[in-house]
């Protein structure tokens, strides 16, 4: 699925490609992963982003790959879009990848105003990056649909996507971020450290409220 397609994941649920990932026709590693989330919500996972502030909580988050946040931008007061999450993270190997995370309105891509009809309790959207570097290379989606037994999320990357183009460090970019081990990497960290958030996000949700 192009990006430019994305609101055709508001016309079904499930989705007909929900795990894995491609290369499309324009050379953009595209990954998808379902995670089933049980007794969590919209909501939470809301809050969760509008929470997460400190190293220790974002090992929690993943407490091998991750290693390292700051956040650029508000905190403590329920708002995270506009702020700039910045990680060291693995991606299920020895390397560490230092990038920034800047979060944005879910209406720059998508049309909010189905999202009643749809059943999506919360989508979270953010373009992502090389922390050092002036450009954004990545695009990440997590939509969310509240079920009888707390939730589905529905993650989606499109990988490769950079922006400003900058002669041969693009394409450079671009092929790295592109690969089997990179899109295969992404897919499996998401769903793990997804699938970890869920087994404390409920009750830290409860302490906090």
Known sequence: MKLSAVNEMLDSNPHSFEQG?????DGVGFVAVRTDMPDCSGKMIDWW??????TEQYKMWHPEDHVYCKWIGERGTGRYIGGTH????????????????NFREPSTILDVSRFEEAGVSTAVYARGGAANLPIWSGHVLHMVHDTDEGCVMRSRFW???????????????????TSDDALSSMERHCHQEMTILATFLPELYAEQH
């Open 49 to 54: 982003f509008s929470y997460l502030a400190t």
């Open 159 to 177: 990988l490769g996507d950079v922006s400003p183009v900058i002669p041969v460090l693009s394409g450079l970019i671009k092929k790295d971020m």
């Open 21 to 25: 990932w491609a290369r499309l026709d």
């Open 86 to 101: 910045i990680v060291h993270e693995r991606l299920g190997g020895a390397k560490v990848h230092k990038l920034k995370i």
